[in-house]
């Protein structure tokens, strides 16, 4: 259609816009066949009739209104879209960022000629003020959390996508975000100091040394302790860089180092690591123990086998001797799950052969020996459909023979009990010490009895991994063994039951040095300012007051009955028993699987006043410094490339402050609150 040529310019640029928004139809003319209006502007406007044949278009922030239609005459969008395209409309400026943003034309990535894009918030959502402090906040825990790069802050992409998403957001720099990361890692660290300050018990350490491209060593130093309601606890404390590792103060100086960090001088109860030591290093470690607490059993609580190490170390023992076998099954595997149709024809073959299997069949990952033993458990149940394979497809190597199937069912019984036991490490909720003892003990008289089979094959795995277990049963069976008899369910008689199966006629001799250690123990504990009677209890004193009040309002004192204790005390002491032979001499609780250990000792520790701190802390004992995603690794862990190249410091912010985040040392960090930079 030709425009007018004798049209003003105005009319000429209405006509325009009309076509543009195929608007070409007035409404007197065809009403019914009015197309729907795409423009975005009707978003923000509503047409309003106000006379015969003339309309207007209001504004629906601030009402102001503006000429659209009289008669045949339209007068288009674009005076309106300058309305609020350019900020113009009074409302809109005061409510900008609430439910509605300007719309412009052709920003973004587009081009201008692009259709426009809605950028407007709907009236449902909540209103979230820009908050420059809080992006950054944001962004340091991301990275902390996530194990990002520092560095991500400059990456040309992540860059792009926070401008996108908030252009008035000023990216930060390295510098920036490592700073931010610090004082993340700072203002968690008074939260956890106060967490620690208020535990009532003593703390345990756990060492974990991990390696780096840089033949350095960081020894992860690890907390553990249990609060006043009897809740277990642990954080990582230290991230020490050293740079001789096999030195022998290498693991006494992450120690001394974690100490004085944390004010626990007089408060390490025991030390649990994982790297070989020799007896120059033990000595170093007992000193620690030693010289910053009473001597607690002379420093023998030092256990110095991980048991996930141990396990793990067992574990490779087996699929070292079996390597060839495994490696048989493991091409079977290989051959049915990398290729569809084979998978298909197993898969037929199986329901064909009806072979019962409810195991997943899949390629192990040779650095958790876990996954191995599925593999084997789950190929042995379908060794008839693997013996029916065509044997003579090239792909297919050869499948292994009824023998090959036989030793790795031997192999799998001896991994059995392995992964038994760091299941019930990781799946637990009872403190580690009691659980491994009785793990250790089965490993213990399996092997014993494995160990006079006449199979050449049987007789090579049992003599390397009695080796191992018994020479960690030797360094932490007391260990384990005081932790047992603070169970009510087992106390002395478990040890007795158990020694004498392992000892035969030596039994009584073990058991009475479990028996002298705890009684030692014991009078450590009575040697320390406790009250003298469960009244005066600490925490039953802190929780209940034990004062009453008068009908008149006075408080009752104790009228001199701490003297009358005293006496009792003095004159009867040679009759009275410990609270310790009170314990041992009770009968044992009834042995239901779901119990509660610490709770049991929470709801009699004003019976048993100081057994019962002793038993907190005998019971934060870990036996493993890993968690349960290392439980069943076969290397130790290594720092990523990345964070290797950084400083020392800034590794332990990034680990700690991770996990500090993780656990909610500070009530969930006060993640909604903006942090001040």
């Known amino acids: ?66 000429a659209y239609s009289t008669g045949s005459k339209v007068a288009g969008t674009s005076h309106l879209k300058r309305h609020i395209a350019k900020g113009t409309c009074p409302a809109l400026l005061r409510n900008q960022g609430n439910q509605l943003t300007p719309f412009t034309p052709g920003s973004g990535n587009g081009s201008a000629t692009d259709p426009p894009k809605r950028r407007y918030r709907s009236p449902s959502s909540p209103y979230v003020p820009f908050d420059a402090d809080r992006c950054r906040h944001e962004i340091a825990r991301m990275i902390i959390l996530h194990d990002y790069p520092l560095h991500m802050v400059e990456h040309s992409g992540f860059v792009n996508f926070v401008q996108n998403l908030q252009p008035r957001f000023s990216m930060v720099s390295f510098n920036t975000v490592h700073g931010d990361c610090v004082a993340t890692y700072l203002r968690e660290k008074q939260n956890v100091m106060k967490f620690i300050e208020g535990m009532p018990g003593r703390v345990c350490l756990t060492l974990d040394l991990w390696t780096s491209n840089q033949s350095l060593s960081y020894v992860f130093v690890t907390g553990h302790f249990i609060d006043s309601d009897w809740k277990p606890h642990k954080r990582i404390l230290n991230v020490v860089m050293e740079p001789y590792p096999d030195s022998d103060t290498a693991l006494s100086h992450a120690v001394a180092c974690c100490l004085s960090d944390w004010s626990l001088e007089g408060k390490l109860f025991s030390v649990t690591y994982n790297h070989p030591v020799g007896e120059p290093g033990l000595e170093n470690l007992r000193s620690l123990l030693c010289i910053k607490n009473p001597l607690i059993l002379n420093g023998q609580l030092l256990i110095g086998n991980c048991s996930a190490r141990i396990l793990s170390s067992l574990a490779k023992d087996v699929l070292w001797a079996g390597r060839d076998i495994i490696k048989k099954i493991r091409d079977s595997v290989k051959y049915v799950k990398t290729s569809e149709s084979h998978e298909e024809k197993f898969v037929d073959l199986k329901q064909h052969l009806q072979v019962p ?18 593999m084997l458990v789950a190929a042995s149940e379908l060794k008839e459909v693997f013996s029916c394979l065509d044997t003579s497809d090239p792909d297919y190597k050869e499948a292994p023979s009824m023998e090959h199937w036989r030793e790795a069912e031997t192999i799998c019984s001896f991994l059995k009990p392995l992964y038994d036991a760091a299941n019930m490490l990781t799946s637990t909720t009872n403190p580690t010490t009691v659980v491994f003892f009785h793990e ?6 399996d092997l014993a009895r494995a160990f006079t089979s006449e199979d050449p094959f049987i007789s090579s795995i049992t003599k390397a991994m009695q080796e191992k277990i018994s020479k960690y049963w030797k360094d932490c069976s007391l260990v384990l063994a005081i932790a047992v008899v603070m169970d009510p369910r087992f106390k002395m008689k478990l040890v007795e039951f158990s ?28 040697a320390l300012p406790l009250p003298l009677t469960p009244t005066y209890a600490e925490e039953g004193n802190s929780e209940n007051n034990m004062k009453t009040e008068d009908h008149q309002g006075n408080l009752l004192s104790d009228n001199g009955l701490t003297d009358f204790d005293v006496y009792i005390m003095e004159t009867t002491s040679q009759q009275m028993k410990s609270e310790l032979d009170q314990y041992l001499e009770e009968s044992l609780l009834p042995r239901v699987q779901e ?13 048993y006043p ?30 990523d490339q990345y964070r290797s190249s950084l400083r020392a410091e800034t590794v332990e912010a990034l680990v700690c402050a991770k996990d500090w985040l993780q656990h909610g040392s500070a009530e969930v960090s006060n993640a909604l609150v903006k942090m001040e930079f």
């Open 1 to 66: 259609m030709l425009r007018d040529k004798m049209a003003t310019p105005e009319e000429n640029n209405a006509l325009a816009l009309t076509e543009e928004n195929n608007e070409m139809t007035t409404p007197e003319s065809q009403p019914n066949k009015r197309r729907k209006k795409k423009s975005i502007v009707w978003e923000h406007f509503t047409i309003e009739n106000v006379g015969a044949g003339c309309r207007r278009a209001c504004c629906n922030q601030c009402k102001q209104s503006f």
């Open 357 to 374: 299997s409810e195991k997943s069949l899949s390629i192990d990952d040779q650095s958790q020996w876990n996954t191995t033993y599925q």
């Open 440 to 445: 250790v003990w089965k490993i213990q008289t």
């Open 499 to 526: 020694f004498s199966k392992m000892y035969g006629e030596d039994a009584p001799t073990y058991t009475k040095i479990v028996d002298d250690g705890i009684h030692e123990l014991f009078l450590e504990y009575v």
């Open 595 to 607: 119990f509660d250990v610490l709770g049991w000792w929470k709801l009699n520790k004003l019976k």
């Open 610 to 639: 100081t057994l019962s701190k002793m038993a907190r802390d005998i019971l934060s004992i870990p036996v493993t410094t890993v968690g349960p995603d290392s439980m069943f690794d076969t290397t130790i862990k290594e720092l």
